[in-house]
């Protein structure tokens, strides 16, 4: 449940008061009464005696949605018709539509779209698959696959409920670097499947951006697809993650005056995004790193290991630790989260180091509440919008794919990725940076253009011929 009213539970009442009096602030009252925020009062239709208003107001939740309506319609005089939840509106019938880029006015351009002219260009391709990047959407065009197992905190929900998701994934991808995807919501959770299908959906796209699989299955499907494929495989749940972590983090020991080789870093969550994060924390330069799962501490000594928490508990920990999260967290320089809400309080956190630096980054509910952590720690990060310095994957994919695509990359490195967080970090201005300012808006200009031409740069720019024509 959201702490403070949001516009993802907004809705407008549309109703009934009489033309005189006071009913227009009566209504404003009765929302700030419910503890909603009016963010619009418009005036539908005015007669003598009545007036139809549309209320728009900013909810915490369902229940407080309906407490709300309730307060409304509690005011003498006043008859609701309609209530509308914005955000379902904004879903109806999807959010993403395929349109032509040429125009089909009349024969002539009829006959060069399709038949007979196309053929000429299919026989093209046939001779040399290569100019499908030249002469095709697959130059632009990323398919977005999920199989509904992890879907952003709501768990195994299945590919239908995922849909939605997928959706608002393209919708960025458009919005922010120009690229067409398409959700490809698949109907199984078997690796072997997800994999041959991927396989052989592949040559009409440019790149494939896997979403929400749980682990440790992700880690098996985007190994095996990097393999076969001859297009980028990026899982945005562990890269897209790590890029922006880095970048928040570089920018946040900045703010701190400390190094990312002299910190101790302790991490929450084993699991896709928590992998990701260390490997990239490591190459960046981090150098001690306890990571902890809902065991406590990954260390060699446990018996539980699977080939991922292995690949951890040689690669951190150095000392050995085997107790919980509370007791890996005191004095260390920073916390990062990618696991579960609640985990920790204020008086864990206050056991940390001098200037320390915290991001809860489980969503919708932190690993600790926003507002106890800053009571002691000096920069605090989250994943959610109603707090300074959300660290969002859109900073990241958008720009990716966009130097993935013009580069025309076969694949994604660990160059790359340190490229994408490097640029994004440099956004922030010495002269913006500060504890509430360490990563850029989602709606910065620079964002997706910055962090694209790092990856074209990491990735050979364009040495492999792709031009504009």
Not at 49 to 66: G, S
Not at 159 to 182: H, N, Q, S
Not at 201 to 208: D, H, K, L, Q, R
Not at 287 to 302: E, S
């Amino acid at each position: 449940m959201a702490t403070v009213p949001s516009v993802s539970y907004s809705i407008t009442v549309r109703l009934e008061v009489p033309a005189g009096g006071k009913a227009v602030s009566a209504l404003t009252h009765a929302v700030e009464t419910a503890g909603g925020v009016v963010t619009a009062l418009d005036v539908n239709t005015a007669g003598h005696d009545k007036l139809r208003i549309d209320v728009t107001c900013a909810a915490r939740d369902t229940d407080h949605a309906q407490a709300i309506v309730d307060q409304l319609e509690a005011i003498e005089d006043v008859v609701i018709h309609k209530v509308s939840d914005r955000t379902f509106l904004m879903h109806l019938g999807g959010k993403i539509e395929m349109k032509s880029k040429v125009p089909l006015r009349n024969r002539d351009e009829l006959s060069m779209a399709y038949t007979p002219g196309v053929a000429r260009v299919s026989m093209a391709i046939a001779r040399n698959k290569e100019d499908a990047r030249r002469l095709t959407i697959k130059r632009n065009t990323v398919a977005v696959v999920t199989d509904g197992s992890a879907v952003l905190g709501l768990g195994n929900i299945g590919p239908e409920a995922a849909l939605p998701v997928m959706e608002g994934k393209a919708a960025l991808f458009k919005r922010f670097a120009g690229i067409d995807a398409w959700p490809i919501c698949l109907d199984t959770q078997d690796v072997d499947e997800i994999v041959r299908t991927v396989q052989v959906i592949a040559p009409g796209f440019g790149g494939i951006n896997l979403e929400d699989i749980s682990a440790p299955r992700c880690f098996e499907i985007e190994r095996r697809l990097r393999e076969l494929l001859d297009i980028p495989v990026f899982h945005d749940d562990q890269h897209g993650t790590a890029i922006c972590v880095l970048a928040a983090l570089t920018n946040a020991l900045r703010v701190v005056r400390k190094e990312i080789g002299q910190v101790r870093i302790t991490m929450a969550g084993a699991g896709a995004a928590g992998n990701a994060v260390l490997r990239l924390l490591l190459a960046a330069g981090a150098r001690n790193v306890i990571v902890c799962d809902y065991l406590g501490a990954v260390h060699k000594g446990r018996d539980d290991l699977d080939e991922s928490l292995r690949w951890i508990a040689e690669h951190t920990n150095a000392e050995g630790y085997s107790g919980d999260l509370r007791g890996a967290v005191k004095g260390a320089d920073v916390f990062v989260g990618v696991s579960a809400p609640g985990i920790l309080n204020g008086d864990d956190i206050a056991t940390m180091a001098d200037d320390a630096v915290v991001f809860a980054l489980a969503n919708p509910e932190p690993e600790v509440q926003p507002d106890d952590a800053r009571e002691h720690a000096a920069v605090v990060a989250t994943g959610r919008s109603d707090y300074p310095n959300q660290i969002n994957n859109v900073l990241a994919f958008p720009g990716v794919f966009r130097g993935l695509l013009d580069a025309q990359a076969g694949g994604v490195t660990q160059e790359m990725l340190l490229a994408a967080a490097g640029a994004l970090a440099a956004v922030v201005t010495p002269e913006e940076l500060g504890p509430n300012y360490i990563v850029p808006s989602v709606f910065h200009p620079d964002v997706a253009t910055a962090v694209a031409a790092a990856v074209r740069e990491s990735a050979g720019g364009r040495a492999r011929g792709f031009t504009e024509a």
